[in-house]
């Protein structure tokens, strides 16, 4: 479903829902134009991310808020993606329970990859109880490529992740912050910090610290809005 579209960089630019066939494509679009710059991810080392965070954004594309940005002519070039699903409680309080039991199998060596924010996924769940819902919109991650970024692209995928959303019947939309330019425009979306979380915090079932290197930043934080 075609969404918008506008112009940039004298470029034609269509932007639509994602649909499961493009899950490979955004995969390897955030592999090359994210992860590999994203010193905040949850994973051993620093410009890699965890399976299990990947899979997460991928689950996100099959429930309809998912929105990508490409050039409008033969090339269809991707220049941009906003990841976003609707979670149920059930599903995020399994997850949670799953990845609690991941941390204590694992324990965490270094020579494994995947470290599960199990701190972040409790204040995650106790969203639903604040907003009595029973499901809400995680906003994953908005990337734009870097030759088209400053011309607004990134906040017009997440108002539209969020129009679809509220589409949907979503009442709450909510998303994590790691960066100071994150939660810039976070606020500027009228979105309310309600939780924030230090990365050293961030302990395994053993109470040891599961980053090996800390992000730019000391903490992130977790934002609500109503839609």
Known sequence: ??????????????????????????????????????????????????????????????????????????????????????FREEEIRRDLQRLIKLSTLRGYPNDLEPVIFVQEMKLRSRIFEKYQVNSACYLGITVVRPDFQRFSLGNTLIQLNMKCAKDLGSTVAFGVSVTEQGIRIMESNNFTAIYTLKYVDYQDYRGLSTYNYLPPEAYCKIFCKIL
């Open 1 to 86: 479903m075609t969404l918008l579209r506008t112009i940039i960089r004298n470029r034609s630019i269509l932007i639509r829902l994602c649909e499961k066939s493009d899950s490979n494509r955004v995969r390897n679009f955030l592999r090359s134009d994210f992860y590999i710059h994203d010193q905040s991810s949850h994973s051993r080392t620093t410009g890699r991310q965890s399976r299990e965070d990947e899979d997460l954004e991928m689950k996100s594309i099959d429930s309809g808020c998912a929105v990508l940005a490409t050039t409008d002519d033969r090339q269809q070039e991707l220049i941009g993606v906003g990841t976003a699903g609707i």
